[in-house]
């Protein structure tokens, strides 16, 4: 071996394992010394070093055997006098029936591109038994014992489930056969709900009206007019003017009287108008949004939009 080899393999052996050593063994202990079968136990794992190192504790894809991973609470670094200390405390627990059992966990410092794995010491904890660790060799004498004994009645769950089933079939085949008799039925106490709710409220706008004497309660009472026949016919009555109105009713003669004496009232401020013809005007159209309910619910034509008046 030459002279340059022998060089390099005594700086070898004075360096390399200067490097590859830790600065101390990592040191676990349990913070009991003693638990039972599936109770928490707290494992503390810590480790002192040169703050230039970067350690990496175990974290729950580790092997804890005989123990089982719960949790863990890291602890920030702390560093006194050119000393770092890492703390880490899992929480664990154990099925295993060994009187006394330990644990060692690894740890990885990072030194540049190499990586080193320290073990630390093992740690063990006792376990508590909490049954009779002896069998008695007698066994007491059996006594037979044939008298019935009265117990309470329980919910049939299954019988019950079953028959709600049955009920549900039954309710939703009737449905299904009588479906288009139900919806005609409920579309009808719609459309009779809605026109109640119609006479009412435009009952309630011709007083405001003859009270204040005020165009606004008169175009009110004029629009929920309009709005109801839009939905009782579905149909665009209350985009449209006067005489598209009239166009539309085939000029009924209470149509074009009433729309006309409103017209002037509100867009011609004619409240000097006589009181009787506005009176007419408001009769006319009530008599008429009866007419078209009538001729509706006779017809059949339903419209399923429920109505609702502002």
């Known amino acids: 071996m030459g002279k340059k080899h022998c060089l390099v393999l005594v700086w070898g052996l004075l360096t390399g394992p200067a490097l590859a050593q830790p600065d101390e063994t990592p040191r676990g202990r ?14 503390e794992l810590r480790h002192t070093h040169n703050p230039g190192l970067e350690v990496i504790f175990p974290d729950s894809v580790a092997d804890f055997s005989p ?20 703390r880490t405390v899992y929480r664990l627990r154990t099925f295993s029936l060994d009187s006394v059992q330990q644990l060692r966990l690894p740890i990885t ?11 630390s010491a093992p740690a063990a904890v006792r376990l508590l038994y909490t049954a009779p660790k002896t069998v008695p060799t007698t066994l007491p ?17 299954p019988y019950w ?10 309710g939703g ?14 579309q009808r106490y719609k459309l009779r709900k809605n026109h109640a709710y119609f006479l009412a409220q435009y009952a309630r706008h011709i007083e405001r009206f003859e009270l204040s004497r005020s165009t606004t309660n008169m175009e009110r ?9 839009t939905l009782l016919e579905n149909n665009n009555l209350n985009t449209l003017t006067t005489r598209e109105i009239e166009g539309l009713y085939n000029h009924a003669p209470s149509v074009s009287t009433a729309l006309r004496i409103a017209d002037q009232v509100i867009y011609g401020h004619m409240l000097t108008e006589d009181t009787q013809e506005i009176n007419r005007a408001f009769d006319l159209l009530r ?22 008046a502002g």
């Open 221 to 229: 009472a004029i629009t929920l007019w309009k709005n109801y026949l």
């Open 161 to 170: 489930l079953a028959g709600l089933s049955g009920l549900l079939l039954l």
């Open 30 to 43: 349990f913070l009991r010394p003693a638990t039972h079968v599936g109770e928490v136990v707290e494992y």
């Open 109 to 119: 410092v990072l030194r540049g591109r190499d990586t080193l794995t320290l073990l």
């Open 141 to 157: 004498a059996l006594r037979q014992t044939t008298t019935l004994v009265p117990i309470d009645d329980r919910f049939n769950y």
């Open 173 to 186: 085949g009737l449905v299904l056969a009588f479906r288009r008799a139900l919806r005609r039925r409920y």
């Open 67 to 86: 123990f089982e991973y719960l949790g863990q609470q890291y602890y920030p670094t702390r560093t006194r006098q050119g000393r770092s200390l890492d």
């Open 287 to 308: 008599h008429f949004a009866e007419e078209r309910y009538q001729k509706a619910t006779q017809r059949g034509v339903l419209d399923s939009a429920v109505y609702q």
